[in-house]
C-alpha cells in the first residue's frame, strides 16, 4: 500500500535551529531515506522551494485568479513529501515518525488511492502513463 509523507515544518523553528543543526539533520534525514529507498520502502522524495516561490491558482465562475504564496495562511508551510510502500497504516506512521521534521512541525501520512480503481469506477481509459 502506497502512503504520501507531506513534510510540514515550521519556519520560526527551524530558524531557532543553532547554527549546523539543520545540515545535521539534513543529513541524517537523507542517510534514512537512503535505508528506505535500499529496503524498498522510500518510492520518491523530494524537498518544496520556499512558499514566496509558489503560485495558488482558483477558478470560481469560470474566472481563473492567481496569488502568490500557499494557499493558505499556516504556521506550519509544506516542505516536501515522501512517497512510501508500507504494508499498513501502523508501518507507515512509525516510518514518519522517524523523520526529524516531526520535531520541527509535522508529517502527515496518507494513504493513496488506487487510481486504476477511480479509472474503471468512472469508466475512464487506462493511464497511458503505465502503458
Known amino acids: 500500500m502506497k502512503f504520501l509523507l507531506l513534510i510540514y515544518n ?7 535551529l543553532p547554527d549546523g543543526e539543520f545540515d545535521t539533520r539534513m543529513h541524517g534525514c537523507l542517510t534514512h531515506a537512503d535505508e528506505l529507498q535500499r529496503d524498498g520502502k522510500l518510492l520518491e522524495s523530494r524537498m518544496l522551494q520556499s512558499p514566496s516561490t509558489a503560485k495558488s491558482v482558483r477558478v470560481r465562475n469560470g474566472r481563473q485568479t492567481t496569488h502568490d504564496g500557499p494557499f493558505a495562511e499556516s504556521k506550519e508551510v509544506l516542505g516536501g513529501f515522501n ?49
Open 10 to 16: 515550521e519556519p520560526a523553528l527551524l530558524d531557532a
Open 83 to 131: 512517497l512510501i510502500e508500507a504494508e499498513n497504516m501502523e508501518e507507515a506512521v512509525r516510518i514518519a515518525a522517524e523523520f526529524p521534521w516531526t520535531r520541527t512541525g509535522c508529517v502527515e501520512v496518507r494513504p493513496l488511492e488506487d487510481m486504476d480503481a477511480v479509472r474503471r469506477r468512472v469508466n475512464a481509459a487506462p493511464s497511458l502513463a503505465r502503458a
